[in-house]
């Protein structure tokens, strides 16, 4: 894996960066795994646009993942490793002992032919998954669930990882990406190590055309709007926004304004990421 970046032969690609790693498979994704995806353009059930500036885009299917990796006496073996273009990370085709095949997250380190297990069975070992009881206290894991066979939730874009801090009784402190120091059940599972294609965040698109193809219309700020059109708006020449802090076009306080429901789960949480 590595990073290649363009010469400056046109505009479109001067200073492109892109994340080239010769050992993915190249044929196509297993048929049996993929599904359609129609495209929303973030528009809700009712057909209302409740996220703005999405829409066009190339056309991509679904690949079917396996988060939740509760497949009894699960050992398979890694036939290959693929490009998904519906996350960051890459996927690794798994082909279990039974016959059965599924995706997973590609670990960091994962490669071909490796043996992988899931259950109390399973070694410690990348790739791996256990529950959180039968993991090493201060192991790397990823994919790691919120609550019991829901799952895996948390740190699944490339190059995230939890680390497993203290086990309790009936609780895990797990230290999330963030930095938040959270209890988690000590039956949820996790995979351990990280996950792979950490060098995607080095990655420079290099022109407009490239986020359109990943489905992302343009944003307009508020400020260069009218006075009618947003808050922000209106005035002569580049005016202040003339309001205490930031608002939505629509009045509601953004850039730091808490939404999180308080009622949810802030009682398994032990240092918050701030």
């Given amino acids: 894996m590595g990073l290649k970046q363009y010469k400056a032969n046109s505009a479109g690609i001067r200073g492109r960066i892109v994340v080239t790693d010769g050992s993915l498979a190249p044929n196509a994704p297993l048929k049996a795994l993929v599904r359609k995806r129609s495209s929303s353009a973030g528009r809700n059930n009712l057909g209302r646009v409740t996220v703005r ?12 993942v396996d988060f939740k990796r509760n497949k009894a006496g699960g050992f398979g073996i890694v036939k290959q490793v693929e490009y998904d273009p519906n996350r960051s990370a ?13 995706y997973i997250l590609a670990p960091d380190g994962l490669k071909p032919g490796q043996k992988i297990g899931e259950g109390a069975q399973a070694e410690i070992k990348t790739g791996n998954s256990l529950m959180l009881k039968d993991i090493p206290t201060g192991s790397q894991i990823h994919s790691v669930e919120f609550s019991v ?6 740190a699944r874009s490339a190059g995230t990882s939890c680390v497993l801090m203290a086990k309790g ?56 709007m009218n006075a009618c059109d947003h808050p922000h708006g209106g005035g ?3 005016a202040p926004i003339g309001r205490p802090g930031p608002v939505t076009p629509w009045g509601k306080p953004t850039l730091g304004y808490k939404t999180r429901n308080k009622r949810k789960s802030n009682r398994l949480i032990v240092r918050r990421r701030k």
């Fill in 53 to 64: 500036h999405r829409g066009g885009g190339v056309k991509r299917k679904f690949r079917v």
């Fill in 90 to 102: 890459n996927i690794a085709l798994i082909h279990y002992l039974d016959g059965d095949k599924r």
């Fill in 149 to 154: 066979k829901n799952g895996g939730k948390i």
């Fill in 169 to 224: 009784d009936e609780y895990a402190s797990v230290k999330l990406p963030s930095g938040e120091i959270r209890l988690i059940s000590l039956e949820c599972r996790a995979t351990l190590g990280s996950v792979g294609n950490g060098e995607h965040r080095n990655r420079n698109l290099g022109k407009a055309g490239a986020k359109r193809w990943k489905g992302f219309r343009p944003t307009v700020r508020g400020s260069v």
């Fill in 236 to 238: 002569e020449g580049k």
